[in-house]
Structure formats: structure tokens, C-alpha cells
């Protein structure tokens, strides 16, 4: 797995770059310290995942992943921070990272590098928990509107409680293939990208 490591803090940068590769799995590309390099080695390298600080000087982490996303919507971006601002997780969320944990969860960050290189989204616990509160709105939204079915929006409920393909299935007595076909459908329907986004949008849509 190919990565690279943005970080204002030089120091954090190498040591994470060699405690990373020590795992035997991980290969650090390149390291940066600020959003403009986060682009520039975006551009140059197109890591695997992207694992970027938030707070740096200049552009901000949040400012160079909503960049790097636009250019390229399949791009992969974690954030690690030690700051668990609301405002940083929800714009985190609505651009379309693939996760944002703490550094604090030192021991979590190799595995959420490998978990958002097979395609899933990490969110430390602390920041999973507070999710729902953070999104909510008072204003509803007519799904009808998009031709969502009843089961569809079933779906989406389970989506935004964290429940997996598998999950999903035993709740609702069907096959995870039927699952994935029902998520294909609900993504295209409302112009989402993955299950983080559609997530997002129930909670912003409640």
C-alpha cells in the first residue's frame, strides 16, 4: 500500500512515515506539511490513501482534500488530527474523506489505512458517536421526490447506524448481493458517491 503523510510537524511526519513502513505493508511515497504540497504530491504520486493533518499553515488539510477530491473523486484521504472540532468532522464528512481519526489512537492508524484502502470509511469512536447529533437538521426531505422505495429507505437507516452489508441483510432477510444492488440503486438515485456520503445526507436530510 502506497501512502502519503501530510503533516505541518516535521518530526510527526518522519516518525509516522517510520513506524508505518515498519509494518512490513505500508509504503510511504511521500511526506508533506502543508495542503499545497498535499496536492502537489497528489498529483505527482497518486497514493493509495492520503493520511493528512487538518490544522496546518496556509492551506488548510480540509482545504487540500475538498481540492484533491475534485480533480479526482475516487481520491482516498484520512485525516489525522488531534483536534476533534465539530466543525472540522462534519466538513470532513460532507467533502467525501474516507475517515478521520484521532492521533491520540495511535495503535488504530495502520489498520484504518488498510481498512480505507479496501474501500471502507474509518471514524474513530469518539467522533462515530457524535456523528448523528452533529448532522441532523430540523427540515425533512421527500425522498419520494427521487423515487426511493420504502425498502430503499430502510436501507439508508441502516447505512447512517454503521451497519454493514452483512448486517443489513439479517435485518431485513435478504442476501447481501440483493444488499449491494439496492445500495447501487440509492447512490445513483440521489447522485451519492459511497455510504459515507449517503450517511451524511440522512443525517443532513432528517
Not at 79 to 87: K, M, N, Q, R, W
Amino acid at each position: 500500500m502506497n501512502i502519503a503523510v501530510i503533516d505541518d510537524d516535521m518530526l510527526v511526519a518522519v516518525s509516522l512515515k517510520t513506524i508505518l513502513e515498519s509494518t512490513g505493508i505500508i509504503n510511504v511515497i511521500a511526506t508533506g506539511n502543508n495542503g499545497e504540497e498535499a496536492i502537489e504530491i497528489y498529483r505527482n504520486n497518486h497514493p493509495d490513501v492520503m493520511l493528512m493533518d487538518i490544522r496546518m499553515q496556509g492551506m488548510t488539510g480540509l482545504e487540500a482534500g475538498e481540492a484533491i477530491l475534485k480533480e479526482d473523486p475516487q481520491a482516498k484521504i484520512l485525516y489525522l488530527t488531534t483536534f476533534s472540532d465539530d466543525e472540522y468532522i462534519v466538513k470532513a464528512l460532507n467533502i467525501g474523506a474516507k475517515g478521520y481519526i484521532l492521533k491520540q489512537d495511535f495503535n488504530g492508524i495502520a489498520p484504518a489505512l488498510e481498512a480505507v484502502m479496501k474501500g471502507q470509511s474509518v471514524f474513530g469512536n469518539q467522533v462515530v458517536n457524535r456523528i448523528p447529533d452533529l448532522m441532523k437538521k430540523t427540515s425533512g426531505f421527500d425522498y419520494s421526490r427521487y423515487d426511493i422505495t420504502g425498502k430503499e429507505y430502510e436501507i439508508i437507516e441502516l447505512v447512517a447506524e454503521g451497519l454493514s452489508n452483512k448486517e443489513i441483510a439479517s435485518d431485513l432477510a435478504l442476501s447481501e448481493g440483493t444488499v449491494r444492488n439496492y445500495l447501487t440503486s440509492i447512490l445513483e438515485k440521489l447522485d451519492l458517491r459511497d455510504r459515507t456520503q449517503l450517511a451524511v445526507f440522512y443525517y443532513n436530510a432528517k
